[in-house]
């Protein structure tokens, strides 16, 4: 029944995955008193660029052409670890934590070599901005990792998998005399920002090649490959959403907690059309300070459960 | 020496030995003296070089000339705000400067059939080149992501640290000048309108001025108030839009949606004026083509008011904005020593806190200055380019609503066109500087013998201030390279002329 319900979800996932990206241009749009384009884009989008046919640099090679299908592929297995709905994934097992940031990871080497691979100055560029961003993240997300661990642990739960440390463990341990856990809430909400390449750390919209860290390296891209680039990244924000909701929605009954994360995905991608309408962004030589903030934030919380 | 709204004899400018004239220049660019324009005119015996200085503080002009012959020792090195009029005389006049630091193109493309290596294309140059391990080049443009003018930039960078920034620009060249000389007297006016699209108030102004000044013509006192109108409508207009551009380039979403709105409505006044948006055909020598009667006057004034109201409300929620703020403090700092020692103008100037605007220091006409007031900061960095636009906001919407209400109650007491004499007096020098929205926009005119153009010199603000932005990027961040640009938006055809 379990497995079921979970395939479900998953699909669901997989379909809704770039509604949020439509959220957040509508949220845009209203603010600048725009009407907008259609909250269904995206879509639109992905399925235009399938049926083009695609432009392929002549000193590319066969790394060009797989790192779109590598960071996407990633990106959907590292969804298919995560609790969906409230449901437990059927792959969960002790430590998969390491292997959904790792998949992530994965997608983000793919996605560098593949930018690398075109040779364009502009691309080397943002290959290595990416490079560095994801670098000084990736500690930060460890940290969230092992603070709710810690936290488990002191609670006497032998939790080590996303599926048992995001469904609704956060809030019980909030009412059981660990507040600080709601500091994590700030600091996924930075990471959700930064690793999905959106102001304040890098503009989404811009057309300036020389300010990009993401568009920058997939400019070389088009048509199927330029699809499934936008799915990934569209199943990338889905990932962090879900991350962030199992920080704040309490374990509830079966059909409640599913519809509440799904109505907690569609409020976040507002919260992130808000930010981004009315904050400009960072210079970009700041971004390391605000996730040091977060990550000196999530050792802090780190700290507190340890010596308790 | 001579009064600047005054023409002079041709005959009558000293022919110095070039070694004087460039001693002369050198000494008084160290005081308060300017070099506004320094170009070659075709002479009896060989190519003279005509220098004009200018002193905002006694409000003189001088001309010196000199006839080099075809090379000549530069000056660049003592007094580097001639640098680009060097390499623009040695390109188009064959006159080598010798010992210029940086003699490069400015703009040449080769004749029909002639010799590339003569005369090279734009950007088809050597380019200066930091080398070492970790040291890599970008080159960007001159076919951008945008809709926007082509222009060549190469960095070289560190890391994401900027050393040094090449702009090579030239592709949009049409031989501006040359045309003037060469075109049907009705075809002047138009030409002067489109050799920076954005600025066709600002160069028409200066156009008309020049020759007004030549003929000794004074136009009528209402005449002079329209020309003001429009000179102040094209700032609103241009300031509200790179206010908005700005705004785009940090991010920040409403400012740069609204003004995009905004930036319509100023240009819809404008062409209320005259037809054009851009203000096209509203000047002619001797005052304008269509004068403001009273119920038009009033309900522009109207206009004007409702949206300048418009523009500080979104300029504000920018400036309260601590992101933006943030984003735009210390960000392309120019020096005020570097800014002096190029010769910048405008804006970008007073930026740097340089004393300088036209408008007060070498007014175009009697008329009381109003609201119009200098803005100057002193921090030379985006956030005081930004800051002056929006002071000169307050100001120009102001001066502009005044001189509505102004010419709508005075509207039939005086005409607004003056009579022209058939041809220009022959053998004579003037000069018209008009503060455009981006700075000084400096025209000189000489005519021959008989009473055509022997020679015509386009100076636009855009061709002092891109070595500017060069500056400014010195050890920057690349990835605030647009901003910076944003900040300048220099024009690519009035430099490239």
Redesign the interface.
């Known amino acids: 029944m379990d497995l079921r319900l979970y395939l479900a979800h998953f699909v669901l996932a997989l379909v809704l995955a770039p509604l949020p990206l439509g959220i957040i241009a509508k949220v ?1 749009a209203l ?4 009407h907008g384009k259609p909250l269904l884009q995206p879509y639109y989008d992905i399925i235009k660029l399938l049926r083009k046919g695609e432009v392929i640099g002549e000193g590319t090679t066969w790394v060009f052409l797989a790192g779109p299908v590598i960071a996407m592929a990633s990106a959907v297995a590292a969804l298919a670890l995560l609790p969906l709905g409230g449901v437990s994934s059927p792959f969960a097992f002790q430590g998969d934590f390491i292997l959904c940031a790792y998949l992530l990871g994965m997608g983000r080497f793919a996605t560098v070599l593949a930018a690398l691979d075109t040779g364009s ?2 691309e ?2 943002g290959a ?2 990416e490079a560095l961003f994801g670098a000084i993240a990736e500690p930060v997300l460890f940290l969230v990792f092992l603070a709710l661990i810690g936290t488990a642990s002191s609670l006497g739960e032998g939790a080590l998998s996303l599926s048992a440390l995001f469904n609704g463990f956060p809030v019980t341990a909030w009412m059981h005399g660990r507040p600080e856990l709601v500091l994590l809430i700030f600091v996924m909400g930075v990471l959700l920002l930064l690793e999905n390449c959106r ?2 750390v890098d ?1 989404p919209t ?6 990009m860290i993401h568009e920058v390296m997939v400019l070389d891209h088009s048509g199927p490959n330029m699809a499934f680039i936008l799915y990934g990244s569209a199943v990338k924000l889905w990932i962090f959403s879900t991350l962030l909701i199992g920080l704040v929605i309490p374990p509830l009954p079966f059909p409640a907690q599913a519809a509440a994360s799904l109505a907690g995905t569609a409020c976040i991608a507002c919260l992130v059309g808000v930010v ?11 971004v390391p300070a605000l996730v040091g903030l977060a990550g000196s934030v999530a050792a802090f919380v780190l700290i507190l459960t340890l010596v308790r | 020496m001579f009064q600047y709204q005054e023409s002079i004899a041709y005959d009558d400018i000293p022919v110095l030995p070039m070694e004087e004239l460039a001693r002369s220049v050198i000494e008084r660019c160290r005081r308060s003296w300017r070099v506004v324009a320094f170009f070659g005119v075709p002479g009896r015996e060989g190519t003279e070089l005509v220098c004009i200085l200018a002193d905002a503080s006694s409000r003189l002009l001088d001309a010196v000339r000199a006839v080099p012959g075809k090379r000549f020792e530069s000056l660049t090195p003592l007094c580097p705000q001639v640098h680009l009029f060097e390499r623009e005389i040695c390109e188009t006049w064959g006159v080598q400067p010798v010992g210029h630091p940086w003699l490069k193109p400015v703009r040449f493309r080769p004749q029909e059939g002639g010799n590339r290596a003569l005369r090279p294309g734009p950007a088809e140059t050597a380019y200066y080149r930091v080398d070492g391990p970790e040291v890599h080049e970008v080159a960007v443009g001159p076919v951008h992501a945008g809709v926007i003018e082509p222009g060549h930039f190469r960095f070289q960078c560190y890391g994401e640290n900027v050393m040094h920034l090449e702009i090579q620009l030239g592709f949009q060249h049409r031989d501006v000048e040359h045309l003037i000389l060469h075109s049907k007297d009705n075809l002047v006016l138009p030409l002067m309108e489109n050799i920076a699209g954005d600025t066709a108030i600002g160069h028409s102004t200066a156009y008309c001025t020049l020759v007004e000044r030549l003929c000794n013509v004074q136009p009528t006192r209402r005449a002079h108030r329209i020309r003001r109108l429009a000179l102040e409508l094209e700032r609103l207009a241009n300031h509200t839009r790179d206010l908005g551009a700005i705004g785009g380039d940090t991010g920040f979403l409403p400012t740069s949606a609204w003004n995009g709105r905004i930036t319509g409505d100023f240009l819809n006044i404008t062409s209320e004026l005259c037809g054009s948006r851009f203000g096209r055909n509203l000047l002619c020598p001797g005052g304008v083509k269509w004068d403001v009667d009273s119920m038009l006057g009033e309900a522009l004034a109207k206009r004007v008011r409702a949206a300048f109201r418009d523009a500080r409300g979104s300029v504000d929620v920018m400036l309260e904005s601590s992101s933006v703020l943030a984003r735009l403090t210390g960000t392309g700092v120019v020096s005020f020593e570097d800014a002096r020692a190029l010769g910048l103008v405008g804006m970008a100037a007073r930026a740097c806190g340089l004393d300088t605007d036209d408008r007060m220091d070498w007014p175009l006409s009697a008329l009381e200055q109003g609201p119009l007031k200098k803005h100057m900061r002193t921090s030379g960095d985006v956030l005081a380019r930004t800051l002056i636009r929006s002071d000169e906001l307050n100001d120009s919407a102001a001066s502009a609503e005044a001189d509505l209400h102004f010419l709508a109650a005075t509207s039939g007491e005086e005409g607004c066109r003056t009579p022209m004499p058939s041809a220009l007096p022959a053998g004579r020098l003037a000069v018209a500087m008009v503060e455009g929205w981006r700075g000084e926009i400096c025209h000189v005119g000489i005519t021959g013998k008989d009473g055509r153009w022997r020679a015509y010199k386009v100076v636009d603000p855009s061709f002092h201030n891109w070595s500017g932005l060069a500056m400014a990027l010195r050890d920057e961040q690349i990835s605030d390279f647009p901003l910076c640009n944003k900040s300048f938006n220099l024009s690519y055809c009035g430099h490239d002329l």
């Open positions: 845009k603010f600048a008193g725009r100055p502009f080397g560029m290595s901005r102001i304040p503009d811009t057309h300036l090649e020389l300010t981004e309408s009315v904050m400009a962004r960072l210079r970009m030589h700041v």
